[in-house]
């Protein structure tokens, strides 16, 4: 993955959990989802964590 791509991942992973978490807080959902809405806002921070590993893997293996 490119820089500029993991740029666009990573900063729109925080804006899309941004947007879960004032979901949940203003109540615009039902309480049914609020464990769904925070099992994929954890989800996406693992795989943000992944993806960081592989890319500093990366970057140490071209140096």
């Known amino acids: 993955m490119e820089p500029k791509w993991y740029t666009y991942f990573n900063y729109g992973s925080i804006a899309f959990v941004a947007v879960l ?7 615009s959902v039902s309480r049914d989802y609020y464990i769904p809405l925070l ?3 954890i989800i996406i921070f693992i795989l943000r964590i ?6 500093i ?7």
Do not use: P, S
Not at 57 to 63: D, S, T, V
């Open 57 to 63: 893997k990366k970057i140490r293996e071209r140096e």
């Open 50 to 55: 992944i993806f960081r590993v592989i890319i």
């Open 21 to 27: 978490l004032i979901l949940i807080l203003t109540n």
């Open 39 to 41: 099992i994929i806002a």
